[in-house]
T-cell receptor, first 114, second 112 residues
Framework: DTAVSQTPKYLVTQMGNDKSIKCEQNLGHDTMYWYKQDSKKFLKIMFS???????INETVPNRFSPKSPDKAHLNLHINSLELGDSAVYFC?????????????FGQGTRLTVV | GESVGLHLPTLSVQEGDNSIINCAYS??????FIWYKQESGKGPQFIIDIRSNMDKRQGQRVTVLLNKTVKHLSLQIAATQPGDSAVYFCAENQNTGNQFYFGTGTSLTVIP
């Protein structure tokens, strides 16, 4: 069983479109995260949810909106996609707030905006 | 082989040699550090962690050293194997909001 699963794994879309990436964890963790990894492999946290409540919202354009329908899911919706949004997006989860030794990352979603 | 992290983002070592990957962290208040390994096409995976009250921690074939005086962290991999080829990240908990910040990453290539 996959601990943290993201869909889709690859996403190619045109500028201006709206798209969503889904994330589910079956670990019973309380906290979930979205990270963005750019072409230079730099990983930056975007959002963190603890028990469905937004805890961290780093400086991210408001075109990005996370949604947590329940503790096991944290989806990322992106409006009006831009070329600079092209990156790999990783979902992660941990039992406690703050990435810790028990944090698990998903396989990533490679988003390409053309 | 040894890398300087931010200045040498790639490191190549011969199979069987020891590898040293370095990381300079930014915040003297950081109290918890993690090394992650990211293989191609996969998400980061926990390798080893260390708290600021320690200066050394050993795992299976890996050792993390922490030097708080100069804000430096290193990951030593003994008898490096081809399966160790990956990008390695250090992450620091800056003790502000309990979130982690990732370093630049170092790409390790093991030559058979």
């Amino acid at each position: 069983d996959t601990a943290v699963s993201q869909t889709p794994k690859y996403l190619v879309t045109q500028m201006g479109n709206d798209k969503s990436i889904k994330c589910e964890q079956n670990l019973g963790h309380d906290t979930m995260y979205w990270y963005k990894q750019d072409s230079k492999k730099f990983l930056k946290i975007m959002f963190s949810y603890n028990n469905k409540e937004l805890i961290i919202n780093e400086t991210v354009p408001n075109r990005f909106s996370p949604k947590s329908p329940d503790k096991a899911h944290l989806n990322l919706h992106i409006n009006s996609l831009e070329l600079g949004d092209s990156a790999v997006y990783f979902c992660a989860s941990s039992q406690d707030w703050g990435v810790s030794a028990d944090a698990f990352f998903g396989q990533g979603t490679r988003l390409t905006v053309v | 082989g040894e890398s300087v992290g931010l200045h040498l983002p790639t490191l190549s070592v011969q199979e069987g040699d020891n590898s040293i990957i370095n990381c300079a962290y930014s915040n003297s208040a950081s109290d918890y550090f993690i090394w992650y390994k990211q293989e191609s096409g996969k998400g980061p995976q926990f390798i080893i962690d260390i708290r600021s009250n320690m200066d050394k921690r050993q795992g299976q074939r890996v050792t993390v050293l922490l030097n708080k005086t100069v804000k430096h962290l290193s990951l030593q991999i003994a008898a490096t194997q081809p399966g160790d080829s990956a990008v390695y990240f250090c992450a620091e908990n800056q003790n502000t909001g309990n979130q982690f910040y990732f370093g630049t990453g170092t790409s390790l290539t093991v030559i058979p």
